[in-house]
Nanobody
Framework: QVQLVESGGGSVQAGGSLRLSCAASGYTYSSSCMGWFRQAPGKEREGVAI????????YYADSVKGRFTISQDDAKSTVYLQMNSLKPEDTAMYYC???????????????????WGLGTQVTVSS
């Protein structure tokens, strides 16, 4: 049974930092894609940061480049999202997602991901 368990959300002031974690289990972690997506009220779910677990290649949305960093701990099958210089527009529910099919490249499109965590709320106040 595939499980993605997120943690680390919360409320911070603009300019602050948060670190999200996503622990994966129940599938072969290597050579898959994992990503962080977010959805604000009334908006479409968007890809924030993606990592290819087979080699560590990363992809970022333009809106977070230079501020967010996605990383992984292979031994723990865990992906992290370090979020710095947070802005009020980063406020959203953040979801961890996995495309468990063997891949050589990853997509930033949410509909290509077949497993999802329950989400963790990030709120940034001005």
């Amino acid at each position: 049974q595939v499980q993605l368990v997120e943690s680390g959300g919360g409320s911070v002031q603009a300019g602050g930092s948060l670190r999200l974690s996503c622990a994966a289990s129940g599938y072969t972690y290597s050579s898959s894609c994992m990503g962080w997506f977010r959805q604000a009220p009334g908006k479409e779910r968007e890809g924030v940061a993606i990592i290819y677990t087979g080699g560590g290649r990363t992809y970022y949305a333009d809106s977070v480049k230079g501020r967010f960093t996605i990383s992984q701990d292979d031994a723990k099958s865990t992906v992290y999202l370090q979020m710095n210089s947070l802005k009020p527009e980063d406020t959203a529910m953040y979801y961890c997602a996995a495309d468990t099919r063997v891949r050589t490249a990853c997509s930033g499109d949410y509909w290509t991901y077949n497993y999802w965590g329950l989400g963790t709320q990030v709120t940034v106040s001005s």
